[in-house]
């Protein structure tokens, strides 16, 4: 059970991030690995992660999924 990044905001928050090339099976299998490891989280020793996130090769644009995962193309990180 891992993720490939965890970013850490200044207010003590942070996500965790899974980096897949693209692809619709491999979003899938990122959030639900993602989803995975969120719960394994023991809220009790500290938050929740605030965002899961998966960054992808290719794209136009970010959009957030129903279940509330960001899907971002890389080329959108840029500026």
């Known amino acids: 059970m891992e993720c490939d990044a965890v970013i850490h905001l200044r207010n ?4 965790l991030v899974e980096i897949k ?9 990122g959030t639900i690995n993602l989803k995975k490891l969120a ?5 009790t020793k ?3 992660a605030s965002f ?4 992808v090769g290719l794209g136009d644009y970010a959009y957030r999924r129903k279940d509330g995962i960001y899907i971002v193309p890389i080329g959108c990180l840029k500026n």
């Open 52 to 55: 899961l996130t998966i960054v």
């Open 39 to 43: 719960d394994k989280i023991d809220t």
């Open 21 to 29: 090339l693209g692809g619709d099976n491999l979003i899938e299998e």
């Open 12 to 15: 003590g928050s942070y996500g």
């Open 46 to 48: 500290m938050k929740p």
